[in-house]
Nanobody
Framework: QVHLMESGGGLVQPGGSLRLSCAAS????????MSWYRQGPGQERELVAR????????????EYADAVKGRFTISRDNPRNTVFLQMNSVKPEDTAVYYC????????WGQGTTVTVSS
C-alpha cells in the first residue's frame, strides 16, 4: 500500500523559515519524480517545486514556480525515501495546504500539511 506522509507545517511569521518533509512508503521511491504542490484559500492547486528521479541518492533536475524561486529549495534523500521543501523568507501569500506528489508509472498524493504565514 502506497503512503505519502507530509509533516512540518505550522504557523510561521513573515520572513521566517519552515521545512516540510514527505516520507514515502510502498513505492520504488528513487524511480519517482517528487513534487510539492500547494492550494491556498479559494485557489486552485499549483505546482511549487519538482525534483527529478535521476542524480544518484540526491535526485535530479529541480524546477520551481516563479513565486518561490530563490526562497524555497526542494531536495530528496533516496535512501530515506523522503523529499523535503525548505521554505525561507516566507510571505503571507505562501499560506496554503502543501501536498506531496509522487509521479512515475502512477500518480500518488499525500494528505497535505497546512502552512500559515502570519504575524
Amino acid at each position: 500500500q502506497v503512503h505519502l506522509m507530509e509533516s512540518g507545517g505550522g504557523l510561521v511569521q513573515p520572513g521566517g523559515s519552515l521545512r516540510l518533509s514527505c516520507a514515502a512508503s510502498g513505492i520504488m521511491f528513487s524511480n519517482y519524480v517528487m513534487s510539492w504542490y500547494r492550494q491556498g484559500p479559494g485557489q486552485e492547486r499549483e505546482l511549487v517545486a519538482r525534483i527529478g528521479s535521476g542524480g544518484g541518492t540526491g535526485g535530479g533536475i529541480k524546477e520551481y514556480a516563479d513565486a518561490v524561486k530563490g526562497r524555497f529549495t526542494i531536495s530528496r534523500d533516496n535512501p530515506r525515501n523522503t523529499v523535503f521543501l525548505q521554505m525561507n523568507s516566507v510571505k503571507p501569500e505562501d499560506t496554503a495546504v502543501y501536498y506531496c506528489n509522487a509521479a512515475w508509472n502512477r500518480n500518488y498524493w499525500g494528505q497535505g500539511t497546512t502552512v500559515t504565514v502570519s504575524s
